[in-house]
């Protein structure tokens, strides 16, 4: 399953008096057999995460708790989504440049991803990535 586009995937939730459950399974709610999962917390206030692409790495961004926004851009246009519910994943497809920022208190970021850890995989210069973009749309690659 190839998903172009960054976009909000909702996930199954089972509600119960007893609290809430939600399940990320690979090719089911997540467009990619999951190769890894991190998750980033304890971020203090005002600081950012990410500010890199990757060529290939595929990600599926969950708020298990609290809030943050994803800035995702595409090297032609940039979209911000407002991440706070754990039942609604943000799908980051690869080849796009993205920024974690205002994180709540206690928030916990949950990064589920198609690729192992490749730091050779990372576009890590803003510059080198709005080349890369505009390269991958001249080949359509
Ligand atoms: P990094 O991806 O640069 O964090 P962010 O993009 O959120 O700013 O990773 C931070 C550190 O963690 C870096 O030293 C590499 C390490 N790391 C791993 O070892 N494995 C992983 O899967 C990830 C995501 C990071």
Redesign the pocket.
Same mark, same amino acid.
């Given at each position: 399953m190839i998903m172009d586009e960054a976009q909000i995937i909702e996930l199954p939730k089972f509600l119960d008096r007893r609290g809430n459950l939600s399940v990320i399974e690979e090719l089911d709610a997540v467009p990619f057999a999951i190769a *890894?999962t991190?998750w980033?917390y304890d971020v203090p206030g005002g600081e950012k *995460?990410?500010?890199?692409a990757y060529r290939r790495n595929r990600e599926l961004i969950v708020a298990l708790s609290g809030s943050f926004v994803v800035t995702v851009d595409d090297g032609v246009s940039r979209s911000t989504f407002h991440l706070n519910r754990s039942y609604y994943g943000l799908y980051v497809p690869a080849g796009v440049w993205r920024q974690l920022s205002d994180f709540s208190t206690n928030s916990v970021a949950l990064v589920v991803a198609s690729e192992p850890?490749d730091r050779a995989d990372y576009i890590e210069n803003y510059k080198q990535f709005i080349a890369y973009a505009r390269e991958k749309r001249r080949t359509g690659a």
């Amino acid at each position: 399953m190839i998903m172009d586009e960054a976009q909000i995937i909702e996930l199954p939730k089972f509600l119960d008096r007893r609290g809430n459950l939600s399940v990320i399974e690979e090719l089911d709610a997540v467009p990619f057999a999951i190769a *890894r999962t991190y998750w980033i917390y304890d971020v203090p206030g005002g600081e950012k *995460r990410g500010g890199h692409a990757y060529r290939r790495n595929r990600e599926l961004i969950v708020a298990l708790s609290g809030s943050f926004v994803v800035t995702v851009d595409d090297g032609v246009s940039r979209s911000t989504f407002h991440l706070n519910r754990s039942y609604y994943g943000l799908y980051v497809p690869a080849g796009v440049w993205r920024q974690l920022s205002d994180f709540s208190t206690n928030s916990v970021a949950l990064v589920v991803a198609s690729e192992p850890y490749d730091r050779a995989d990372y576009i890590e210069n803003y510059k080198q990535f709005i080349a890369y973009a505009r390269e991958k749309r001249r080949t359509g690659a």
